[in-house]
C-alpha cells in the first residue's frame, strides 16, 4: 500500500533564508510524487511532480525537490523563503502516473515565514 | 490560465438533505475526480470519471454518494440523506491524460 508521511506539521523560517519541508514515503511500486501547496481560502496548486525522470525537479516559485529512492524521501527545498510563501504543504502519491489513479495524500505541513 | 471552478464555495444543508455540488474541468481534460478534507484531517481520495464512467472509487464512496457529467462542461456529486460526518471541503479535480492533477478552490459543505 501507497503511504506519505510529512515528518513536520508546521515550519517556522524568516524571510530570505532556506526551506526545507520533509516527506517520506511508502510505495510498493515506482510511484509519482506530487507536491501541492494550498494558501488560505484557495485550491490545491500542483507546484511540482516527478514521474521516473530526472531526480531533481523544478517547480513553480523557485521550489525543488529530490527524489532519493534509497531514502524513501522526496524533499521540498526554496533557497530563499518569500513572505507569499506562507502557505499549507502537501506531499502526493499516486501508484502510478497514468491519469486516473488516485492521489494519497500527507496530512500537511504549515509554513509560516516571519520578516 | 485554465483553472477548476467549484460552486457553491459553501454549502449548508440540514441532515437527511440532498445535495449536489458543482464543477466545471478544465475544458482539454479527460479524468474527473472528487476529494474531501474533514476539518483536521488528510484530503481523501472519493472517486474518479473518465469517458462517463467511475473508473476508480474508495470505500468512502458507497451508495450515499453518486457522479454524473451532465453536460459537455459540468462535473457534479450528489449526496443523498446528508449526515453530520459528510461535513468537509469538497474538491473536484481534472486531468489530462498524464499524471498530475489540477485541482478547484473547493466547496465546504456543512451538515447542521
Known amino acids: 500500500a501507497q503511504s506519505v508521511t510529512q515528518l513536520d506539521s508546521h515550519v517556522s523560517v524568516s524571510e530570505g533564508t532556506p526551506v526545507l519541508l520533509r516527506c517520506n514515503y511508502s510505495?510498493?511500486?515506482?510511484?509519482?510524487l506530487f507536491w501541492y501547496v494550498q494558501h488560505p481560502n484557495k485550491g490545491l496548486q500542483l507546484l511540482l511532480k516527478?514521474?521516473?525522470?530526472?531526480?531533481l525537479v523544478k517547480g513553480i516559485n523557485g521550489f525543488e525537490a529530490e527524489f532519493k529512492k534509497s531514502e524513501t524521501s522526496f524533499h521540498l527545498t526554496k533557497p530563499s523563503a518569500h513572505m507569499s510563501d506562507a502557505a499549507e504543504y502537501f506531499c502526493?502519491?499516486?501508484?502510478?502516473?497514468?491519469?486516473?489513479?488516485?492521489?494519497?495524500f500527507g496530512k500537511g505541513t504549515t509554513l509560516s515565514v516571519s520578516s | 490560465e485554465p483553472e477548476v471552478t467549484q460552486t457553491p464555495s459553501h454549502q449548508v444543508t440540514q441532515m437527511g438533505q440532498e445535495v449536489i455540488l458543482r464543477c466545471v474541468p478544465i475544458?482539454?481534460?479527460?479524468?474527473f475526480y472528487w476529494y474531501r478534507q474533514i476539518l483536521g484531517q488528510k484530503v481523501e481520495f472519493l472517486v474518479s470519471?473518465?469517458?462517463?464512467?467511475?473508473?476508480?472509487k474508495s470505500e468512502i464512496f458507497d451508495d450515499q454518494f453518486s457522479v454524473e457529467r451532465p453536460d459537455g462542461s459540468n462535473f457534479t456529486l450528489k449526496i443523498r440523506s446528508t449526515k453530520l460526518e459528510d461535513s468537509a471541503m469538497y474538491f473536484c479535480?481534472?486531468?489530462?491524460?498524464?499524471?498530475?492533477?489540477?485541482f478547484g478552490p473547493g466547496t465546504r459543505l456543512t451538515v447542521t
Open positions: 479535480a481534472s486531468s489530462p491524460t498524464g499524471a498530475g492533477q489540477y
Open positions: 510505495s510498493s511500486y515506482s510511484p509519482s
Open positions: 516527478y514521474t521516473s525522470a530526472a531526480t
Open positions: 502526493v502519491v499516486s501508484p502510478s502516473n497514468q491519469a486516473g489513479t488516485a492521489l494519497i
Open positions: 475544458s482539454n481534460h479527460l479524468y
Open positions: 470519471f473518465y469517458n462517463n464512467e467511475i473508473s476508480e
